[in-house]
């Protein structure tokens, strides 16, 4: 794409935001500067939409060149989110030019990732699995697209699928939040098969409000069909009556409420305030 002052701001600093931009200054008469460019094509072809090229012809854009202080060309200045990040001089060889692009580049696993979270965001369930697992399939110990996938198997009922993935996590990774969180949410689903349905966990709960242990099964059922407040009101029931229940057992799983991404912000921050509450 060639640039002009004209049109920098929207093809540069305005496209940075949600593309990387980098800028080749040039000149006709430059040597140099006709080694590196087809590079530069090239490696924007090869990087799939990782970055976007954007040429200045030095000679015709002054002002744009006297802005940016060059004196030598060929020069390159990556742009992200609307500023200038780095840049180099000079007709670097093609291994040079991949170091610099993958220092501020996303690898191609992210951009799968970030783009599974656009269409799970957006409600597009079967993409955002898709693009999962392509994430997964270009980086197998990619944890952080696989607790994502995890997520989205159980939200589809498909424990044994969630189950087999997460059965692949890293040891090293079983200490994140979102591995307990995970662990739990599981759990719940293999327990809820086995558990009296709703109705009879709650008369259970009626007739005596200290069986905790009916409470607790209550909020298992509710946390594997994602019903995160029912969960939580049985949970907060169950600290706020015996705290050492099941080692403390109500307070963990609440914890692990708030770590999945399900729950919404504001769910999460109001349960947060009545379990410090309940604990204070």
């Known amino acids: 794409m060639d640039v002009t002052v004209e049109n920098f701001e929207s093809e540069v600093v305005a496209a940075s935001s949600t593309t990387p931009v980098l800028i080749d200054f040039w000149a006709?008469?430059?040597g140099p500067c006709k080694v590196i460019g087809p590079m530069l094509e090239k490696l924007e072809t090869a990087y799939g939409g990782a970055f976007k090229l954007a040429k200045v012809n030095s000679d015709d854009e002054q002002e744009l060149s006297a802005a940016f202080g060059i004196r030598s060309i060929p020069t390159c200045v990556l742009f992200k989110d609307g500023k200038p990040v780095d840049g180099f001089m000079g007709a670097l060889p093609?291994?040079?030019?991949?170091?610099f692009l993958d220092k501020h580049l996303p690898k191609p696993q992210e951009m799968e990732l970030a783009a599974a979270r656009q269409a799970r965001a957006e409600g597009d369930l079967d993409t955002a699995q898709r693009k999962l697992k392509a994430a997964l399939a270009l980086d197998p110990g990619f944890d952080e697209a696989r607790f994502d996938l995890i997520e989205l198997l159980v939200d589809a009922g498909d424990n044994e699928a969630a189950k087999a993935e997460f059965e692949k996590i890293?040891?090293?990774n079983q200490i994140d939040p979102r591995w307990h969180a995970l662990d739990s949410r599981i759990h719940a689903a293999k327990n809820a098969l086995k558990l009296p349905g709703v109705d009879k966990l709650q008369a259970a709960i009626d007739a005596d409000p200290k069986n905790l242990q009916a409470r607790l099964d209550l909020a298992e059922a509710y946390i594997s069909v994602a019903a995160?407040?029912?969960?939580?009101e049985q949970l907060l029931e169950i600290v706020t009556r015996d705290r050492a229940f099941g080692e403390d057992v109500g307070r963990k799983k609440m914890i692990d409420i708030f770590n999945m991404t399900g729950p919404s912000?504001?769910?999460?921050?109001?349960?947060?305030r009545r379990l410090s509450t309940a604990l204070n």
């Open 94 to 99: 093609e291994g040079q030019l991949r170091a």
């Open 228 to 232: 995160w407040e029912e969960a939580l």
């Open 170 to 172: 890293s040891p090293k």
């Open 28 to 30: 006709p008469w430059c």
């Open 265 to 272: 912000p504001e769910v999460v921050g109001k349960w947060r």
